[in-house]
């Protein structure tokens, strides 16, 4: 069963803007994952956030993480026409399997 | 250290015929796992390999889909007697050892159209 669902399902943003993603979620988890995907290619790991931790940055990526509330969010600030992409959290079943949602489609116009 | 690697990255076949998808891990990566993506949907999981041994393929369809990771050479995923159903792009990632927070590296995905 799906696991994750991101919100919004698409966002149109200007260059220099921040883009902020939300990931809910059903059941308990050890860590929780974002991932780019660009049109036609594969997923690439932007960061891992576990149970325990409530923020972590990583360059201009933000990921805060609610276990009370079941609910991620990931927070990409300036960015940049090279951000476009779909993004994707993924939360772990079983220590491996990867579940996803159906992502978050980000356009950022010049 | 190259990245995982897929091929084909396109693969074409007519309903009914054989598909044979090939995953070759990173280096030293000795856990191999599948996921299928439809069309505006995230990835879905199908199965979970370690050298010579399938740990979980509680994703994959009971018939025509099997897969294997030899003790030499890449991972296959194989699809027998393809539907326009299997049409999807198929992701394999590798990781270096099991377990809460492992992350997981994805390949470029082979994209499978059935005609």
């Known amino acids: 069963s799906q696991q994750g669902e991101e919100d919004p399902q698409a966002l149109s943003i200007q260059e220099g803007e921040n883009a902020t993603m939300n990931c809910s979620y059903k059941?308990?988890?050890?860590?929780l994952q974002w991932y780019r995907q660009n049109s036609g290619r594969g997923l690439v790991h932007l960061i891992l956030?576990?149970?325990?931790?409530r923020e972590k940055h990583s360059g201009r990526l933000r990921v805060t993480l609610d276990t009370s509330k079941k609910s991620s969010s990931l927070l990409i600030t300036a960015s940049r026409a090279a951000d476009t992409a779909s993004y994707f959290c993924?939360?772990?079943?079983?220590?491996?399997?990867?579940?996803f949602g159906a992502g978050t489609t980000v356009t950022v116009r010049a | 250290n190259a990245g995982v690697m897929q091929n084909p990255r396109h693969l074409v076949r007519r309903r009914g015929q054989e598909a044979r998808l090939r995953c070759s891990p990173m280096?030293?990566?000795?856990?191999v796992y599948w996921y299928r993506q439809l069309p505006e949907e995230g990835l879905k999981f199908m199965v979970y390999?370690?050298?010579?041994?399938?740990?979980?393929e509680s994703g994959m369809p009971k018939e025509r889909f099997s897969a294997e990771f030899p003790k030499e050479g890449p991972s296959i995923l194989r699809i027998q007697q393809v539907v326009r159903g299997d049409s999807a792009a198929y992701f394999c990632?590798?990781?270096?050892?099991?377990?809460?927070?492992?992350?997981?590296?994805f390949g470029p995905g082979t994209r499978l159209t059935v005609l």
């Open positions: 390999l370690q050298k010579e041994n399938i740990i979980d």
């Open positions: 059941t308990s988890i050890n860590n």
């Open positions: 280096k030293g990566h000795s856990h």
């Open positions: 956030i576990r149970s325990n931790e």
């Open positions: 993924a939360t772990d079943e079983d220590d491996y399997k990867l579940s």
């Open positions: 990632a590798s990781s270096p050892n099991k377990g809460g927070g492992t992350t997981q590296y």
